[in-house]
């Protein structure tokens, strides 16, 4: 059976959601690492992969309204290229878009206080990310 991890990648914070049923995506966490230091991320990740035996990671590609990749587009395909060398697991690459910004009306529609809002909102775009990729694949 398939596992899943879905992945917001920031340059601080990396939310993160898991599916183990292939079908429903949770929240499971928000993992802070030093600035840019991606590496911290991927031998983190790593060691969650292994633990959950995770088979498929879907990390979220960030591209402008105009479809063009940005800087933080580069980042996250070598991000994916960095978690596929040190891990047995497909990445697959989905276009987050507009995922952050739905992660936080959600919240402020769930009268969340804005303190944890900021706690809440990587983990919760990384679910959206991944929700919608199963959504596709489950059609």
């Given amino acids: 059976m398939n596992k899943y991890l879905g992945l917001d990648l920031g340059s601080k914070t990396l939310g993160i959601s898991i599916s183990t049923s292939g079908i429903i995506a949770s929240n ?25 035996q995770i088979t498929h990671v879907v990390l979220g590609l960030p591209r402008h309204m105009n479809h063009d990749l940005g800087i933080r587009g580069e980042i996250t395909i070598s991000f994916k290229e960095k978690l596929e060398s040190v891990s047995n697991v497909k990445v697959i690459l989905w276009d987050e878009r507009l995922s952050t910004k739905e992660a936080l009306d959600t919240l402020i529609k769930g009268s969340v206080r804005r303190d944890k809002q900021k706690k809440l909102k990587d983990e919760l775009a990384a679910t959206i990310i991944l929700q919608n990729y199963l959504n596709s694949i489950n059609k």
């Fill in 28 to 52: 499971l966490e928000t993992y802070r690492f030093t600035e840019d230091n991606y590496d911290e991320a991927v031998n983190y990740l790593k060691d969650l992969i292994e633990k959950n």
